[in-house]
C-alpha cells in the first residue's frame, strides 16, 4: 500500500476543522429562529410568525407575470455582472427621481442576489484586515459578520431610547480611532424601526467627510414609513455622494423576499472593486427574476401604497396593544416593520424568554441581546390580534 493511500484512509475518520474566520461568525440569531420554527411547522404545529423580517403578502401579479413571461421567452441565461441593463436603467431612474441622486447605469449599479450580497461584496472590497467599521447600534447582525469575514473589525456606536434611537456625535467619536474605514447606517433601520432625521443625517456627513470615511447606507425599507416621516438618502447630502454606497432592494417593499434581489448604487472608482467580488461569487443576479424587478420598478405602485397601508395599521395595533402591557418598553417605530422591545424589567434572559414563548404560546420572537426582543408586524391582522392576546398573557404571568 502506497503511503498516500495509507494517508487517504488513515484520514477518513478526521475530523476537519473550519477556517478560523468562522471561529467569530455565530449563526444568525434570526435565521436559527426561523430553522426552528419551520421544524415545528414541518411536525404539524401552528405557529404565529413574529420574528423574520418579510410582509404576509404575495408578490403583486403584475410583477410574477412579467417573469413568467421572460422565463417562457428563454430568458435564462446570464446577464452582465452588472445586471439587466433594463433594470440598471430603471434603478438609476429611480434613484434621480426618489432619492435625488445621479448614477451612472452603465458603471455605477450593480444587481445583487439580495442586499445581503451586497452588503457582503461592499466588505469584501473595501474593508481592509485590521480596518475597522463603525455601525450604529442596535444593528442588523450581518453588517458585523462581513466585516468579521473581510477582516476588518466591527465597533458598535450605542444608540439609545432615550434619544429615539438618533446617534449622537460624542458616540460616534468615542468609538474612532486611526484605523476606522466605514460608517455604517440603516434608516429606516432594523430592529428599532427609526427614521434618521435630517438633523442627524447632516451630522452623520460632516463626521464623514471630517474623518474621510466610507459610508454604507442600507436604504431596504425605505419605503415602510409612516407618521409623515421623510426618508433621506445620505448619498444626496453635499460631498456624501463619492464615499456613500446606496444599498437597496425589492424583498421589503415589493414583498420579493424570495426572489433575492437588490443593488448597490455608488461612483464608479467604488463599484469597480464591488463588481470584481460580485462577478467570482453570484456572477449575476437570476435573470428572469430581473424582468420582474423591471415591472415592480416602471409598473403600477398601488400594491406597494396598499401594502404600506396594510402595514401602518398593523404597528398602530401592536402599538396600542403592547402599551397595556405592564413591565415593556419600547420606542413608537416610524419605519420598518418591527418594534423592538425591552423585557428588562421582567428578565435578564431575553433568550429564554424567547424560548418559552416558543413553546407555550406558539409565537416566534426574534431574542436581539439579554434585554431586548424584535417583534415583527409583517403577519396577517388576525395572527397579530391571537399573537398579542397571547402575548399579554404570558408577560402577566412573568410579572407575578
Known amino acids: 500500500m502506497t503511503g498516500r493511500n495509507m494517508q487517504h484512509i488513515m484520514g477518513q475518520g478526521a475530523v476537519q476543522k473550519s477556517a478560523t474566520r468562522m471561529d467569530s461568525i455565530p449563526f444568525s440569531t434570526i435565521r436559527t429562529m426561523f430553522e426552528r420554527v419551520s421544524h415545528l411547522e414541518q411536525s404539524g404545529q401552528s405557529v404565529i410568525h413574529l420574528d423574520v423580517g418579510r410582509p404576509e403578502f404575495d408578490t403583486p401579479e403584475h410583477?410574477?407575470?412579467?417573469?413568467?413571461?421572460?422565463?417562457?421567452?428563454?430568458?435564462?441565461?446570464?446577464?452582465?455582472?452588472?445586471?439587466?441593463?433594463?433594470?440598471?436603467?430603471?434603478?438609476?431612474?429611480?434613484?434621480?427621481?426618489?432619492?435625488?441622486?445621479?448614477?451612472?447605469?452603465?458603471?455605477?449599479?450593480?444587481?445583487?442576489?439580495?442586499?445581503?450580497?451586497?452588503?457582503?461584496?461592499?466588505?469584501?472590497?473595501?474593508v481592509n484586515p485590521g480596518d475597522?467599521?463603525?455601525?450604529?447600534?442596535?444593528?442588523?447582525?450581518?453588517?458585523?459578520?462581513?466585516?468579521?469575514?473581510?477582516g476588518g473589525i466591527p465597533m458598535s456606536?450605542?444608540?439609545?431610547?432615550?434619544?429615539?434611537?438618533?446617534?449622537?456625535?460624542?458616540?460616534?467619536?468615542?468609538?474612532?480611532?486611526?484605523?476606522?474605514?466605514?460608517?455604517?447606517?440603516?434608516?429606516?433601520?432594523?430592529?428599532?424601526?427609526?427614521?434618521?432625521?435630517?438633523?442627524?443625517?447632516?451630522?452623520?456627513?460632516?463626521?464623514?467627510?471630517?474623518?474621510?470615511?466610507?459610508?454604507?447606507?442600507?436604504?431596504?425599507?425605505?419605503?415602510?414609513?409612516?407618521?409623515?416621516?421623510?426618508?433621506?438618502?445620505?448619498?444626496?447630502?453635499?460631498?456624501?455622494?463619492?464615499?456613500?454606497?446606496?444599498?437597496?432592494?425589492?424583498?421589503k417593499s415589493y414583498?420579493?423576499?424570495?426572489?433575492?434581489?437588490?443593488?448597490?448604487?455608488?461612483?464608479?472608482?467604488?463599484?469597480?472593486?464591488?463588481?470584481?467580488i460580485h462577478q467570482n461569487?453570484?456572477?449575476?443576479?437570476?435573470?428572469?427574476?430581473?424582468?420582474?424587478?423591471?415591472?415592480?420598478?416602471?409598473?403600477?405602485?398601488?400594491?406597494l401604497l396598499d401594502m404600506v397601508n396594510e402595514l401602518d395599521r398593523r404597528r398602530l395595533f401592536m402599538i396600542e396593544q403592547l402599551a397595556k402591557i405592564s413591565g415593556v418598553a419600547f420606542q413608537r417605530p416610524q419605519g420598518a416593520m418591527y418594534i423592538y422591545v425591552d423585557v428588562s424589567v421582567l428578565t435578564d434572559n431575553a433568550y429564554?424568554?424567547?424560548?418559552?414563548?416558543?413553546?407555550?404560546?406558539?409565537i416566534a420572537v426574534v431574542p436581539w441581546d439579554q434585554h431586548h426582543i424584535r417583534l415583527a408586524y409583517g403577519s396577517n391582522y388576525k395572527n397579530l390580534k391571537v399573537a398579542l392576546t397571547r402575548l399579554g398573557e404570558f408577560l402577566l404571568k412573568e410579572t407575578v
Open 63 to 126: 410583477i410574477k407575470q412579467a417573469s413568467v413571461k421572460a422565463l417562457r421567452d428563454g430568458q435564462v441565461h446570464y446577464t452582465s455582472n452588472y445586471g439587466l441593463p433594463q433594470l440598471r436603467e430603471a434603478i438609476a431612474k429611480k434613484l434621480m427621481l426618489d432619492n435625488l441622486l445621479e448614477f451612472d447605469p452603465d458603471n455605477e449599479v450593480i444587481v445583487t442576489a439580495g442586499v445581503s450580497e451586497a452588503i457582503m461584496i461592499s466588505m469584501l472590497s473595501l
Open 132 to 150: 475597522e467599521v463603525l455601525i450604529l447600534d442596535p444593528q442588523f447582525p450581518a453588517y458585523a459578520m462581513a466585516t468579521r469575514m473581510a
Open 157 to 251: 456606536v450605542p444608540v439609545y431610547a432615550n434619544n429615539a434611537y438618533q446617534p449622537v456625535k460624542a458616540d460616534l467619536q468615542a468609538c474612532l480611532s486611526h484605523r476606522t474605514r466605514m460608517l455604517v447606517i440603516a434608516s429606516p433601520g432594523n430592529p428599532t424601526g427609526v427614521v434618521l432625521s435630517e438633523t442627524t443625517l447632516r451630522m452623520l456627513a460632516d463626521f464623514a467627510i471630517s474623518h474621510d470615511l466610507l459610508v454604507m447606507s442600507d436604504e431596504i425599507y425605505e419605503k415602510l414609513i409612516y407618521d409623515n416621516q421623510q426618508h433621506i438618502s445620505i448619498a444626496s447630502l453635499p460631498g456624501m455622494r463619492s464615499r456613500t454606497l446606496t444599498l437597496n432592494g425589492f424583498s
Open 255 to 276: 414583498s420579493m423576499t424570495g426572489w433575492r434581489l437588490g443593488y448597490v448604487a455608488a461612483d464608479a472608482s467604488l463599484i469597480q472593486a464591488l463588481v470584481r
Open 281 to 303: 461569487t453570484v456572477v449575476c443576479a437570476n435573470t428572469f427574476a430581473q424582468w420582474g424587478a423591471v415591472v415592480a420598478l416602471t409598473g403600477t405602485q398601488q400594491p
Open 352 to 362: 429564554q424568554l424567547a424560548n418559552d414563548l416558543l413553546n407555550d404560546k406558539h
